[in-house]
């Protein structure tokens, strides 16, 4: 198989490879913990960071579960406030209800949980963020033309380094020019004078 023929089946195999790493990354959480059975319960307040300096709201996911430890029924309650102690989502039910969590956005910003039980009931409570799902498309866009970038230029190297091989060989290759000219003896300087016997002005041989 020849390279081009190569080419054109790596670079969408790549191209998938890198997505699929981004899909994988965007789509891990991270969590917070509030609250948990192994200890009292408490108002907890965190601070979520943005991605890049930027303020875009995170996909998230409060996982609530309440339990009984001396009583089988009561009332509870959670909330969470905003920096400015706005609230931003609330929950109120049975101890035994279904689903007492939470899921959508919130911003970067400070955030304080509020959780109201009656006595004898604990709660573990956890905060799922998502910070690069929030650019998820940004990332498969951005990933996408790295990659188409990459292949040009490498393309574009590949190319001038063949031409500039190919011209360097032609050029070693080519025999060198002859010299019209050459000097057939050289030595010491005795030995470039012209022969008395064939100086053309030397004496008639009669006259000598």
């Known amino acids: 198989m020849d390279r081009k023929k190569l080419n054109i089946i790596l670079w969408p195999v790549a191209l998938l490879l890198l997505n699929s790493l981004w899909f994988a990354i965007s789509d891990n959480a991270a969590p917070h913990e509030i609250n948990d059975f192994d200890h009292a319960i408490e108002d907890r307040t965190i601070t979520l960071a943005g991605i890049f300096g930027q303020n875009k709201p995170m996909p998230s996911v409060f996982e609530v579960e309440f339990r009984g430890l001396s009583v089988e029924e009561g009332q509870v309650e959670w909330k969470i406030f905003d920096a400015q102690d706005e609230l931003v989502a609330q929950w109120a039910g049975e101890l035994n209800d279904e689903n007492p969590g939470w899921e959508g956005d919130l911003a970067p910003g400070t955030y304080r949980f509020q959780t109201t039980v009656d006595q004898g009931i604990i709660t573990e409570q956890t905060l799922l963020i998502q910070p690069f ?13 790295l990659l188409v970038v990459v292949a040009v230029g490498e393309t574009f190297a590949r190319k001038k380094g063949s031409e500039y091989i190919a011209k360097k060989n032609i050029g070693s290759s080519a025999s060198p020019a002859k010299v019209p000219f050459s000097r057939v003896k050289s030595g010491m300087p005795e030995d470039d004078l012209v022969n008395s016997d064939d100086d053309p002005w030397r004496t008639p041989k009669g006259l000598q």
Request: no cysteine; net charge negative.
């Open 133 to 145: 799902a929030a650019y998820g498309i940004e990332g498969h866009i951005t990933l996408s033309l």
